[in-house]
């Protein structure tokens, strides 16, 4: 189950117009997953200047920063170090690299934990040139049960328009079954079944929200904006 979209079109357009070499997290803000699904992972990215090839190496130390989930407990992840070499490129997708977060099953424990992923001693690069301008992830590890088993989309495999919304939201590229709609309090703000691919949203407060929706081909994970 996870948040929204690894990498959105827009965002790559955006560092093809940017002749600057930009590195960081692949994930806004923050990064959901169930501690059921074994994809779970952190990604980094790296744009090299003009999305040519890099010329010099590129990375930080990934620091883990424990909060209500620990290191070794909760997830298996440790303090380390990537460096993308030179050569890295986007072509070949060598510019990801994926490190797994090694969640713990808890068979006894609902609801939310979550730690922190820090970025520090950068290399090729300067904080100016993070992505999102952001050093910091917070991974939130999803115990409640929604999901399990189901593997959390992209963005590159899903829509969901129009956002904002001021009535419906439409989910196009895949089949919907169900959904539930949180908002950032983590309280349970709507749910039900989805016909015709779209869920009315009318009667929920302005504001913006987190939609968990089941389809076909896994869970949906994506913020909204109700206006």
Do not use: C
């Amino acid at each position: 189950m996870k948040k929204f979209i690894l990498i959105a079109s827009v965002v790559i357009l955006a560092f093809s117009a940017d002749a600057q070499t930009r590195f960081g997290f692949g994930q806004a803000d923050y990064d959901n997953w169930n501690v059921n699904d074994p994809k779970a992972h952190l990604l980094l990215l790296v744009w090299p200047e003009n999305n040519d090839t890099l010329e010099f190496g590129v990375g930080a130390d990934i620091f883990v920063i424990d909060g209500s989930a620990r290191a070794g407990i909760d997830f298996n992840m440790s303090t380390s170090k990537w460096i993308f070499p030179v050569g890295t490129n986007i072509f070949d997708s060598s510019n990801r690299k994926k490190i797994s977060y090694n969640f713990t099953l808890n068979s006894t424990f609902w609801g939310k934990k979550e730690f922190v992923v820090k970025l520090g001693n950068l290399q090729g690069v300067t904080s100016a040139n993070l992505i999102n301008g952001q050093d910091l992830l917070r991974v939130i590890i999803d115990y409640d049960g929604l999901g399990i088993g189901l593997p959390k989309l992209s963005v590159h495999d899903y829509r969901l328009y129009p956002i904002p919304t001021s009535s419906v939201l439409y989910i196009g590229g895949v089949n919907p079954t169900e959904y539930k709609i949180y908002d950032l309090s983590g309280r349970l703000a709507q749910e039900g079944g989805i016909l015709q691919s779209s869920i009315d949203v009318s009667n929920l407060g302005n504001g913006l929200y987190v939609l968990y929706a089941q389809t076909d081909k896994g869970m949906i994970v994506q913020k909204f904006l109700k206006n």
